[in-house]
Nanobody, 130 residues
């Protein structure tokens, strides 16, 4: 599956941004999607992911530092996964990447590990600064 991430930009601390990841190719709705970020001089880290907790029930996961501030969501009709980021902090500054892994079970909890994802988008830069 091919992924296209967008929505990054410059925002002041306390502001909001909405990232979007559009999937295309073979059966994009069959993939769980994760968001990761890579700050300068740091390793790529997990931010959030969306998979399935049952046949028709989404499962979401967040790293502790963004819980209550970020929301991941999925629009299957548009093959899009969004990441709404509120109350942004300077430490959220990074290149944000979306990644996908194919679902192979009815209940599919996406991994927090980058090595488990098979397809990656190109990244979009988020800068939080006054």
């Amino acid at each position: 599956v091919q992924l296209q991430a967008s929505g990054g930009g410059l925002v002041q601390p306390g502001g909001s941004l909405s990232l979007s990841c559009v999937a295309s190719g073979r059966a994009p709705s069959s993939y769980a999607v994760g968001w990761f970020r890579e700050a300068p001089g740091k390793e790529r880290e997990f931010v959030a992911a969306i998979g399935w907790g049952g046949p028709n029930k989404y499962y979401t996961d967040y790293t502790d530092s963004v819980k209550g501030r970020f929301t991941i969501s999925r629009d299957s009709a548009r093959n899009t996964v969004g990441l709404q980021m509120n109350n942004l902090k300077a430490e959220d500054t990074a290149v944000y990447y979306c990644a996908a892994v194919r679902r192979h079970t009815v209940v599919f909890i996406p991994s927090r590990s980058t090595s488990e994802y098979t397809d990656w988008g190109q990244g979009t830069l988020v800068t939080v600064s006054s």
